[in-house]
């Protein structure tokens, strides 16, 4: 734990400079609005260590991988999310220095995310150019209108006087920081400008993409409208203002920027269509769109918002995790999905994993309307042909799908050959979120739309990924990776395998729903998928129900795989902090060899199937792998919260809700420079709602077994249920259900039916 960030209950702070954190906090700083995002960069230049990064979702890169040989079935490319024009530059001058705050050390140095309002806010004093200047920045990217963003530079004089310009800038010129050979992505389809502003427009190369952007700017001195100047870029737009300034003087400078992406406007007119978008911005200015913008935060505070009193670094923790899942998707782009990173870095691509289904549905589904939650199933029924494709490249046929463990469009780009088509247990995510969708909305017709074909296409792989061991007389999947990828090229992973099971069943299952339920959409799907019941159901349900499950012989304990009770049994206690994290300190050899687990593998299939499972099988798994588990993959604390609440493990609930919920704030793993864990955000909303709010869905039923830590006073958070409004109460005398919206409901707490109206 890391801790250099003071603790608020509704803001992110940062006392002081810590330029040796600089890229966290550009990071944890970071805002969006779903569309697009920026890091928190300093508006003005900064020559120390930075990552200066704006990013436009659904727009990206097949970057070709550097790789040292050749494997059929490799991935053709790494698709990347792109570093865009920069909109938040502003560059000052005191009589002819440059500030830079490398070079010149503020004072009185504050950074603040407010999160009930999404504004970002700087603050600080220095001295530059013999000129004592105290600056206020404040920027957000507006939730009420997804085009638009605004950034407000007031300076004042403290000391001093002469020449103060200000260069408010709109600059193309901007490079990833992982391309290939310092490759750049963008051509410029058109720039220009004048005294009141500029426009950009740029495309991708070979993907095509075109974003446009258009800055107004406007400048008051002293509360009198200020003339500019236009000043070409080389790839972009500046207007400066220049200024005779003494003490006491006042300069303030406003931005306002549009930005309209192609995939949604005609490409030949974005540049005239995002000139009127930012000349509609500016005409409703700074404060009616900041009052906009706020409250469009506020409702998603009314549905979202989880409360925790007596532990303020808990309360900040979640409404931080809320915060960030709620400003990098908004569920209004169905082209769209949850990349780990969000707006925040470039690492991992900004694709999309596996993560979207096994942890962040639960959020959307409990705090967004259905249809939000549903976008993100159909993203996967439209890759599904993509799907068919990659399963292809290793060799499947007739239909068997194969879902790629990274992805823009549907096909698979994910840079490493071992993972990509050894940890096929992300197929089985796509089963396990169309189930929990209906589970929790009761929308059976979504396996009609969409549900069924995806459920055939998953079913059809693992059917043919399995073979027939004559050694065991069972069902066994070789070389495969779990969710514990510090164990590659395993046979008979106990998740993998149990997780192949259960989706036969399903396939089975929703194979009768569809006979009794949709039969047309059945005859439809089975004549374009050249389905066959009598010959591929016998099979599904011969390999569900002869399934290899590995399993320490005496005990309830799964085996994570064949052998792995040849390792040496080691505990991760035992561990020397100057190890830690291994990833980062440990040859790969040296880990794959050893015990540790760096996220819930066995576990993560008793999270996903609790019902199982009876609790001395849980207590039993728990008390076997947390001990061995290194939590180095940001997915693993939450899943460990939820179980230890189950079991009444209090002091390991809070411990592991702690790291989940502050995994990035207090940078456990030594990563948050490089963006932060947004999927992982989910699972920490899923530690209080599921751990400690004890939340399940049985038979269409909410049940809520809740358990409260000693150091909280009480919790409380909402839940979006089948079109009623609940919220949830939890304190010393118990919990409290609350109808705010909706029909009459029926729900059990602590095993007791309670009916609300």
């Given at each position: 734990m890391q801790r250099y960030l003071d603790v608020d209950p509704w803001k992110i702070v940062e006392s002081g400079f810590h330029p040796e954190r600089q890229r966290s906090s550009e990071s944890i700083f970071s805002i969006?609005?779903?569309?697009?995002?920026?890091?928190?960069?300093?508006?003005?230049?900064?020559?120390?260590?930075?990552?200066?990064?704006?990013?436009?979702?659904?727009?990206?890169?097949?970057?070709?991988?550097?790789?040292?040989?050749?494997?059929?079935?490799?991935?053709?490319?790494?698709?990347?999310?792109?570093?865009?024009?920069?909109?938040?530059t502003i560059r000052i001058r005191a009589n002819g220095e440059g500030l830079d705050l490398a070079v010149q050390a503020p004072d009185h140095f504050r950074r603040e995310l407010d999160m009930l309002r999404g504004l970002l806010t700087r603050t600080f004093e220095v001295t530059v150019g013999g000129m004592r200047l105290s600056v206020?920045?404040?920027?957000?990217?507006?939730?009420?209108?997804?085009?638009?963003?605004?950034?407000?530079?007031?300076?004042?004089?403290?000391?001093?006087?002469?020449?103060?310009?200000i260069e408010p800038t709109l600059d193309g010129d901007v490079t990833n920081e992982d391309a290939n050979w310092d490759e750049r992505f963008w051509e410029?389809?058109?720039?220009?400008?004048?005294?009141?502003?500029?426009?950009?427009?740029?495309?991708?190369?070979?993907?095509?993409?075109?974003?446009?952007?258009?800055?107004?700017?406007?400048?008051?001195?002293?509360?009198?409208t200020a003339e500019g100047v236009a000043?070409?870029?080389?790839?972009?737009?500046?207007?400066?203002?220049?200024?005779?300034?003494?003490?006491?003087?006042?300069c303030v400078t406003d931005k306002t920027i549009g930005l309209l992406r192609g995939m949604d406007h005609p490409k030949s007119t974005i540049q005239s269509m995002?000139?009127?978008?930012?000349?509609?911005?500016?005409?409703?200015?700074?404060?009616?769109?900041?009052?906009?913008?706020?409250?469009?935060?506020?409702?998603?505070?009314?549905?979202?918002?989880?409360?925790?009193?007596?532990?303020?670094?808990?309360?900040?923790?979640?409404?931080?995790?809320?915060?960030?899942?709620?400003?990098?998707?908004?569920?209004?782009?169905?082209?769209?999905?949850?990349?780990?990173?969000?707006?925040?870095?470039?690492?991992?691509g900004g694709a999309s994993y596996w993560d979207t289904e096994a942890y962040c549905l639960p959020f959307y589904l409990g705090t967004h309307p259905p249809e939000v939650a549903k976008q993100l199933l159909v993203y996967r029924r439209n890759h599904l042909d993509r799907a068919i494709e990659?399963?292809?490249?290793?060799?499947?046929?007739?239909?068997?799908?194969?879902?790629?463990?990274?992805?823009?469009?549907?096909?698979?780009?994910?840079?490493?050959?071992?993972?990509?088509?050894?940890?096929?247990?992300?197929?089985?995510?796509?089963?396990?979120?169309?189930?929990?969708?209906?589970?929790?909305?009761?929308?059976?017709?979504?396996?009609?739309?969409?549900?069924?074909?995806?459920?055939l296409g998953v079913a059809r792989f693992w059917a043919q990924r399995v073979n027939w061991s004559e050694a065991k007389q069972a069902w066994v999947m070789l070389g495969v990776t779990g969710p514990n990828e510090y164990e590659n090229n395993v046979n008979n992973n106990w998740y993998t395998n149990y997780l192949a099971a259960w989706c036969l069943k399903r396939a089975c299952a929703a194979l009768d729903w569809m006979k009794a339920h949709s039969p047309e959409a059945l005859r439809t799907a089975s004549e374009h998928w050249s389905f066959d019941e009598a010959t591929e159901r016998l099979h599904w349900e011969s390999v569900a129900a002869g399934m290899f499950q590995p399993a320490l012989?005496?005990?309830?304990?799964?085996?994570?795989?064949?052998?792995?009770?040849?390792?040496v049994q080691q505990m991760a206690a035992d561990l020397p902090e100057s190890e830690r994290p291994i990833n980062q300190h440990w040859s790969w050899d040296r880990i794959l060899r050893s015990v540790?687990?760096?996220?819930?593998?066995?576990?993560?299939?008793?999270?996903?199937?609790?019902?199982?499972?009876?609790?001395?099988?849980?207590?039993?798994?728990?008390?076997?792998?947390?001990?061995?588990?290194?939590?180095?993959?940001?997915?693993?604390?939450?899943?460990?919260?939820?179980?230890?609440?189950?079991?009444?493990?209090?002091?390991?609930?809070?411990?592991?809700?702690?790291?989940?919920?502050?995994?990035?704030?207090?940078?456990?793993?030594?990563?948050?420079?490089?963006?932060?864990?947004?999927?992982?955000?989910?699972?920490?909303?899923?530690?209080?709602?599921?751990?400690?709010?004890?939340?399940?869905?049985?038979?269409?039923?909410?049940?809520?077994?809740?358990?409260?830590?000693?150091?909280?006073d009480d919790f409380a958070f909402h839940l979006q249920f089948r079109g009623r409004q609940l919220q949830i109460q939890v304190d010393a005398e118990g919990t409290r259900v609350q109808l705010q919206d909706g029909e009459p409901l029926q729900v059990v707490i602590d095993g007791e039916a309670v009916h609300l109206s």
């Open positions: 969006g609005n779903g569309r697009f995002g920026q890091r928190a960069n300093h508006e003005e230049a900064y020559s120390g260590d930075a990552l200066r990064g704006s990013y436009v979702g659904g727009v990206y890169y097949p970057d070709k991988t550097k790789v040292g040989w050749w494997k059929n079935g490799y991935p053709e490319y790494f698709a990347k999310v792109l570093n865009a024009p920069d909109w938040t206020k920045a404040q920027r957000f990217c507006s939730m009420a209108d997804t085009e638009t963003a605004y950034l407000r530079y007031a300076v004042d004089v403290l000391d001093g006087s002469g020449t103060l310009v410029v389809d058109g720039m220009g400008g004048d005294a009141n502003g500029g426009h950009l427009t740029v495309s991708t190369r070979k993907t095509g993409f075109t974003v446009g952007h258009a800055m107004r700017t406007a400048a008051w001195f002293d509360a009198q000043v070409p870029q080389k790839c972009g737009h500046a207007v400066q203002y220049s200024f005779e300034v003494e003490a006491g003087s006042r995002t000139a009127q978008k930012v000349d509609e911005a500016v005409a409703l200015g700074w404060s009616a769109a900041l009052q906009d913008h706020m409250m469009a935060w506020e409702r998603i505070w009314e549905r979202a918002d989880v409360t925790i009193s007596g532990d303020d670094a808990a309360q900040q923790a979640i409404r931080f995790n809320i915060f960030h899942l709620n400003q990098t998707f908004t569920g209004d782009d169905p082209r769209l999905n949850i990349g780990p990173k969000g707006f925040t870095g470039e690492k991992y990659n399963a292809a490249k290793l060799g499947f046929n007739g239909g068997a799908a194969l879902y790629p463990m990274v992805t823009m469009n549907g096909e698979e780009c994910h840079n490493e050959w071992e993972i990509t088509f050894e940890e096929i247990h992300r197929n089985g995510a796509m089963v396990y979120a169309i189930h929990n969708y209906i589970r929790y909305t009761g929308d059976d017709a979504y396996m009609a739309e969409g549900g069924w074909e995806v459920i012989e005496g005990t309830r304990v799964f085996l994570q795989q064949d052998g792995f009770m040849d390792k540790f687990i760096k996220q819930a593998d066995t576990l993560q299939g008793l999270y996903f199937f609790e019902d199982d499972f009876d609790v001395d099988t849980h207590r039993e798994n728990f008390a076997f792998y947390e001990p061995r588990t290194v939590h180095e993959s940001s997915l693993s604390p939450c899943v460990h919260a939820v179980l230890a609440a189950k079991l009444g493990l209090e002091d390991k609930a809070v411990e592991m809700y702690l790291r989940t919920a502050r995994l990035d704030l207090d940078d456990y793993n030594n990563e948050a420079y490089q963006g932060l864990h947004i999927t992982s955000m989910a699972g920490t909303w899923m530690s209080v709602i599921e751990g400690f709010g004890g939340f399940r869905v049985r038979d269409g039923v909410p049940h809520f077994d809740a358990m409260l830590p000693k150091a909280w």
